[in-house]
């Protein structure tokens, strides 16, 4: 079955300390792949697209990169206000234009 | 503000009730999604319409029900709801061609 797995589930970091999140996909023909950032009680807020292995996008502190099985989400030196729940979402062939989102990573940001 | 417009922000009913929970999408965007996010199992599609046709179905229960009206806005309608039902909704919408999806800010919804 073709799965979104997200890891770790919760991770802490203090300010400045840069970490990665996961984002590992078990699918066959990846159309692309899909960063969003929620707030509690928001709707998802979209980051990034990414369509083929090797691709890399950046936004501020975040930087995405895809390969053939997984993506990271990498936070370069964040800050409180970078807290959130990280969602990545793929979508396949043969799914039309749904998307099949993992369960999240939650990231708290302290001084 | 994302552009989609959800309401009710929140909504509290009791078991065995009907809800009609109401979308308008992005000016221009004639794709509409659903979507449930409950604590345990996070963000889950429901149904997609495309310019008033129904395009694909995830997991949508027998009791709910949903439409895209020729204004493009959607209506999700969820009856004899059951405890299990509260959850997060969300709509999304996105424009043709796009896959990228903007979200509204969601319905909160509580059975008691």
């Known amino acids: 079955e073709d799965q979104v797995t997200q890891s770790p589930e919760a991770l802490r970091l203090q300010e400045g300390e840069s970490s990665s999140l996961n984002c590992s996909y078990t699918?066959?023909?990846?159309?692309?792949l899909f960063w969003y950032r929620q707030d509690p009680g928001k709707g998802p807020e979209f980051l990034f697209t990414?369509?083929?292995a090797g691709e890399e996008k950046e936004k501020e502190r975040l930087k995405a990169t895809l390969t053939k099985k997984e993506s990271f989400l990498h936070i370069t030196a964040p800050k409180p206000e970078d807290s959130a729940t990280y969602l990545c979402?793929?979508?396949?062939?043969?799914?039309?234009?749904?998307?099949?989102f993992g369960t999240g990573t939650r990231l708290q940001v302290t001084l | 503000d994302s552009g989609v417009t959800q309401t009710p922000k929140h909504l509290i009913t009791a078991t065995g009730q009907r809800v009609t929970l109401r979308c308008s999408p992005r000016?221009?965007?004639?794709?509409v999604y659903w979507y449930q996010q409950s604590l345990d199992q996070g963000l889950q599609f429901l149904i997609h319409?495309?310019?008033?046709?129904?395009?694909a179905k995830g997991n949508i229960l027998e009791r709910f029900s949903a439409q895209q009206f020729p204004d493009l806005h959607s209506e999700l309608n969820l009856s004899s709801l059951e405890l299990g039902d509260s959850a997060l909704y969300f709509c999304?919408?996105?424009?043709?061609?796009?896959?990228?999806?903007?979200f509204g800010s969601g319905t909160r919804l509580t059975v008691v």
């Open positions: 999304a919408s996105s424009a043709t061609g796009s896959y990228g999806y903007t």
């Open positions: 699918v066959s023909g990846l159309r692309g």
């Open positions: 990414l369509y083929s």
């Open positions: 979402a793929v979508l396949y062939t043969g799914t039309a234009s749904k998307l099949t």
């Open positions: 000016s221009g965007d004639l794709s």
């Open positions: 319409y495309y310019n008033g046709e129904e395009r």
